[in-house]
């Protein structure tokens, strides 16, 4: 995992895979959304939701598998954007 992934994760609380448990990928990128202010690149939603799958069944899959899943799901909402002036 990369410094900055372990980074985004202290952001939203989580200080060791035990605190991942029950929580989805939608929930981990939404927080992350909301702690950063802006719009995390949409491959983060597909890596979050990968670990997210390995918490929960402890079976590794790749990252891509999930974006299948993230075009059939709706995707998490975005926050109002701001005006430009």
């Known amino acids: 995992m990369t410094p900055a992934m372990l980074q985004n994760f202290r952001r939203i609380g989580i200080q060791a895979p035990s605190d991942l448990r029950g929580r989805s990928g939608d929930d981990l990128y939404a927080g992350l959304q909301r702690t950063h202010g802006e719009i995390p690149h949409h491959s983060v939603l597909y890596v979050l939701r990968a670990i ?3 918490v929960r069944t402890g079976e590794r899959r790749d ?11 709706q995707q998490p909402p975005r926050p109002p954007r701001r005006p430009r002036y």
């Open 52 to 54: 997210a799958h390995f």
């Open 63 to 73: 990252w891509r598998e999930f974006v299948d899943i993230g075009h059939k799901r």
